[in-house]
C-alpha cells in the first residue's frame, strides 16, 4: 500500500509536484562528450563506494550529517541532464523520484518549505534518488534583508533546502541551466559538479543516429547523418525534436505510405525549423528591439511594492481627512 504522504504528494490536481519513475534508460543509451562521461562515472564509483567509506572505514562515526550524496547537473537545455539522472538511479537499481519546483511552488503557495521537506522524506521512504529538476528556481541566492513575503519565504525555502540535504543520507541530483544563481552555500554541500556542454560533431552525429529505429524507420539512401552533425550544432535535445519533425514532413507528403522515406532534405528542413524556432523564442523572451524584456517575478515584486505604498499613503491621507472633519465638528459645537 502507497504511503498517504507520497499519495497526497504525487496525486493531486491533474498535475504531479513528485512522480515516482521506474528507470529504463541507461548510461549507454546517452551520448557525452568524454570529459562529462569520466564525470559522472567516477561519480557512480562514490556512490558504490559510499558503505565502504562511511561504515567500514569509519568515517561515519566522525562525520553524523553530510554524508549524503548531492550532484549539480548545469548546462544548456537539451544536453542530456535528465536522461543521465535516470540512468543512473537505473544502474544504482532504485526509484527516480522526480521534483518539479515550478508545479510545487504554483500548487501551494505558501507550502514550499513544507513541500521540499515532504520530498526529502518521500525520498527515504522510497529509497529513491532525489531528483530537483529547474534547481535553480529553488536553490537561488538568498536576499539580505527580504522586505518583501516572497522573498522571505523563498529565503526560508533556501534554509530549508540546506538543512535537509545535510541530514539526508541518500542521493540527491539538481539539474540547472542557470548554475550562476545557485546560493553560495550549495557549494561545500554538493559533492560533484558535472558540466554537461554542448556536443561536439561525432556526438551529434551519433545523436542523430540514435534517434532513429534500426528496423522500422524508413530512411532514403541519401541520409548522412554525419553532414547534419557538422552542419547543426545543436543539442541533443534539438535533434530530438528535429526527427520528429523530419519524420512528420515525410509522412505528410502524397503518395501510398509503404514509399515514403525520411530523406536528407527533410533532416535539413527540420533542423533549420528548430533553429528559427530558438532565435524566436530567444527574441521573445530576452530582448525586444535589443531592450530585455523585465523578468516577470522581478515585475511582480516591484507591483507588489507599490501597491503596498499606496495603500499605506491611502491609508495616511484617510486618518488626516477624519481628523480634520473631528477638529471641524468640534469648532462648531464650541460655536
Known sequence: MASPLISLFTSLGSRRVVETITPERT?????????????L???????RNHTLIFSRWG???RHASGRGLAFNFAGPPGTGKTICAEAIAHELGMKLLVVDYAEAESMWIGETPKNVVAAFRAA???NAVLFFDEADAIATRRSAGAPLRSDREANLTVNVLLR????????????TNLAANFDRAFERRIRT??????PGVEERARIWELQIHPQKTPLAPDVDFRELGERYAVSGGDIKNAVIKAAA?????????LGKRISQRH??????????AKAIMQQSLFAEGGVAVPDPVSSWRKAEARSRTAIFIALGLAGTALIAALAAIALVLVR
Open 27 to 39: 548510461l549507454a543509451d546517452v551520448v557525452l562528450p568524454p570529459q562529462t562521461r569520466r564525470t
Open 41 to 47: 562515472e567516477q561519480a557512480l564509483a562514490e556512490v
Open 59 to 61: 568515517l561515519g562515526e
Open 124 to 126: 527515504a521512504e522510497k
Open 164 to 175: 535537509e540535504l545535510e541530514a539526508f543520507n541518500g542521493i540527491v541530483i539538481f539539474a
Open 193 to 198: 559538479h558535472v558540466l554537461f556542454e554542448m
Open 249 to 257: 514532413a515525410a509522412a505528410t507528403e502524397p503518395g501510398p505510405d
Open 267 to 276: 533532416f535539413q528542413y527540420a533542423a533549420e525549423e528548430v533553429i528559427s
